[in-house]
């Protein structure tokens, strides 16, 4: 076994009720427990789902595209109705709140119905959405592109995180960071980076810095291999220090040589999406554009990437370096979590992750029957993963407590900057 940075074991055996320790939800599996249990096959897991459940359906699937444009056409139908794009005189007046307050309340919806956009062309790249994988990869480009998605690059990265998913070396997208990489030295100095940041800001803005770095900045910056990107090529080589692997360029070496024309139509797409916003902004103006499409789009952003950040990451779930990694422990390290009425307009994205990580291939529609007998057959086992806690106080958890691994090597947990001690102090 590799090494771990948990101090404690916690049983795998027992009650059904999720482990918890600080009050805090914590997965009851953990693989350096000698008496952890064995964990099936994917075949075995299979074996007690419905065979409905992976029936795709061009009727079904495109219901939900009418369904979900509806809504957005029906909110942007009561905004123009109600509300100006014209800046207020006076920007003091009770006018001017309403008219802030309206463009963010539809920015905020808008978004969140876009969202479920997003979902479906994901669904497409992942071959969920229709019988014909032609007819997914339209939509699927149509829809994504218009979100200024790369459809094509995405697709293929994302297809590596399903893969890989919590290997340290070769995930794909919300990789940890080592200890080195935050700015500590081997006995927990703080020298660079991240570590010398937390230590001038406190544990509070440091994790609203993380929060705001994940869902305001993430998505743009990891589209540009400018953050958790993998760390080895399509090649399986290392790449080298500061390399930037994006998903724009046909030769980044994120890809191999049969995808370059995709990746290249996809970033003439992207392109094209943003020629399109110039001259939306010539010809009505920078702000109109501003609160009809880059608000939404922005809030978009920040539920795809909450979605990601949330499903894979906790101090209680493992990392697996090279040597102890397997796709069934990767696959188990996804947290389904509730999400209430957003899972309404997101199709229950994250309350059935699991089933998802397990086989994306399953149509969306057919998830929660999923979810419900894996759930059933992995859970006396320790092996499922359900955090109840609500997303927004997850998500400041995760802020606070998953900054960072020792290594790449072996099992590893997720470690807290709050944990280290200050410049000039000794822990007890």
Known sequence: MGKGGRASVPTTTGTLQPATKDGHWQSRYNPLDPKATELPSKGEIKAVIPEECFRRSYVHSMYFVFRDT???????????????????????????????????????????ILTGHWVLAHECGHGAFSPSQAFNDFWGFVIHQALLVP????????????????????????????????GLGDKNQRHSGYAVIQEAVGDGPFAMLHVWGHLVIGWPLYLMGLASPGRLGHDGKRLEEGEIIDH???WSKM???????????????????WVAIYHACREYGVLPVTLWYIGPLLWNQAWLVLYTWLQHNDPSVPQYGPGEWTWVRGALSTIDRPYGIFDFFHHKIGSTHVAHHLFHEMPFYKADVATAVIRAY???????????????????????????????????????????????????
């Open 378 to 428: 992995l859970e006396p086992k320790g092996l499922y993963n359900y955090d109840p806690t609500p997303w927004y106080l997850a998500m400041w958890r995760v802020s606070k407590t998953c900054h960072y691994i020792d290594e790449l090597e072996g099992i590893q947990y997720y470690k807290s900057l709050e944990d280290v001690p200050l410049s000039g102090k000794k822990a007890d």
């Open 151 to 182: 459809y094509f690059s995405w697709q293929y990265t994302h297809a590596k995180h399903h893969r890989r998913t919590n290997n340290t070396m070769d995930g794909e997208s919300h990789t940890p960071l080592t200890r080195e990489k935050l």
């Open 255 to 273: 890809f191999p040589a049969k995808l370059r024309l995709k990746v290249a139509i996809s970033t003439i797409g992207v392109v094209a999406a």
């Open 70 to 112: 509806a809504m957005a056409v029906g909110c942007a139908y009561v905004t123009y109705q109600k509300l100006s794009t014209d800046l207020p005189s006076n920007l003091l007046s009770v006018e001017a709140l309403k008219w802030f307050l309206g463009w963010n309340l539809y920015a905020f919806w808008m978004g969140c």
């Open 248 to 250: 724009y360029r046909p």
